[in-house]
Nanobody
Framework: QVQLEESGGGLVQAGGSLRLSCTASGLALSNYAMGWFRRFIGEEREFVAGINWDGSNSYSYDKGRFTISRDNAKNILYLQMNSLEPEDTAVYYC???????????????????WGQGTQVTVST
């Protein structure tokens, strides 16, 4: 069964850090570009960070706070989030796009596979 499963979310105080993980099963992560998105209540998913298939190219909407990385040998994608703010409170999703190139994909519609999401709540 092909599956992406996020973990690492939770409640953190403003200024704190969290590291999200996305574990893939039933597929080889090295065949996919990956991304992190988030959804605020009542809104559409928005791009957070993306990385190409081998990790040689990545992009984050907030490079100073959010860093995406991957370990293809372990089939895991990561999102390190630092200096978290209450405005970062959302459900965070990982997604996979079956493409091996240098490109990073930033639109939700470009991704075929999605995890169920993990809640991140940042308190004041």
């Amino acid at each position: 069964q092909v599956q992406l499963e996020e973990s690492g979310g939770g409640l953190v105080q403003a200024g704190g850090s969290l590291r999200l993980s996305c574990t893939a099963s039933g597929l080889a992560l090295s065949n996919y570009a990956m991304g992190w998105f988030r959804r605020f209540i009542g809104e559409e998913r928005e791009f957070v960070a993306g990385i190409n298939w081998d990790g040689s190219n990545s992009y984050s909407y907030d490079k100073g706070r959010f860093t995406i990385s991957r370990d293809n040998a372990k089939n895991i994608l990561y999102l390190q989030m630092n200096s978290l703010e209450p405005e970062d409170t959302a459900v965070y999703y990982c997604a996979a796009h079956e493409r091996t190139s240098r490109l990073v994909w930033t639109l939700a519609d470009e991704y075929e596979l999605w995890g169920q999401g993990t809640q991140v709540t940042v308190s004041t």
